[in-house]
């Protein structure tokens, strides 16, 4: 069964660009989030998409921002890239990340350096 | 208040021994709890999942919830070198984890 798919692995972008990040969740998995890490920030919830909907954001500015599509494949996209904003950004796939309470399970995340 | 703590430091433990990790979390209506392990340049693995009061053992890990002190913890029994990573509790609910910032472990051969 394949895992979660973020693409790409890496990117180097220059402030003031705009960046989109991919993530294929596993088959059948209709949950999908997304989080940032950094050293200093730990990992902080960005937003959270089910069935093609928005359900959670996180506190951060609206430069951020997702879309879901009709086969749960997610996207991500941050606007005018500030130096702050490298990171590695993470995926996670569950069947439905409901306050019940499901499994996520990563990708392999990608790293964002921004200069 | 976070809502999720991890505040023990880096923790040092001798191959074989019991490395012990807790959590403390502000959200009394959570009833989902998770640990993820961390490879250093790698993403977080889930190892454990934990949704009672009580223990949870899988292999050499075992989960301990109390929700009426809300503190979660990790046991890993016979410490092995490839346990060395950074562990993360979560805790789910509103359609998202919180986690905490992680704790270190080193095993030490």
């Known amino acids: 069964k394949a895992g979660v798919t973020q693409t790409p692995r890496y990117l180097i972008k220059t402030r003031g660009q705009q960046v989109t990040l991919s993530c294929s969740p596993i088959s059948g998995h209709r949950s999908v989030s997304w989080y940032q890490q950094t050293p200093g920030q730990g990992l902080q919830f960005l937003f959270e998409?089910?069935?093609?909907?928005?359900?959670n954001k996180g506190n951060f500015p609206g430069r951020f921002s997702g879309r879901q599509f009709s086969n749960s494949r997610s996207e991500m996209n941050v606007s005018t890239l500030e130096l702050g904003d490298s990171a590695l950004y993470l995926c996670?796939?569950?069947?439905?990340?409901?306050?019940?309470?499901?499994?996520?399970?990563f990708g392999q995340g990608t790293r964002l350096t921004v200069v | 208040q976070k809502e999720v703590e991890q505040n023990s430091g880096p923790l040092s433990v001798p191959e074989g021994a019991i490395a012990s990790l807790n959590c403390t979390y502000s959200d009394r209506g959570s009833q989902s709890f998770f640990w993820y392990r961390q490879y250093s340049g790698k993403s977080p693995e889930l190892i454990m999942s934990?949704?009672?009061?009580g223990d949870k053992e899988d292999g050499r890990f075992t989960a301990q919830l109390n929700k009426a002190s809300q503190y979660v913890s990790l046991l890993i029994r016979d410490s092995q070198p490839s346990d060395s990573a950074t562990y993360l509790c979560?805790?789910?609910?509103?359609?998202?984890?919180?986690f905490g910032k992680g704790n270190q472990v080193v095993v030490i051969p």
């Open positions: 996670a796939s569950s069947l439905a990340l409901t306050d019940l309470g499901t499994e996520a399970f």
């Open positions: 979560a805790q789910g609910g509103n359609n998202r984890l919180a």
């Open positions: 998409y089910f069935s093609e909907t928005q359900r």
């Open positions: 934990i949704y009672s009061n």
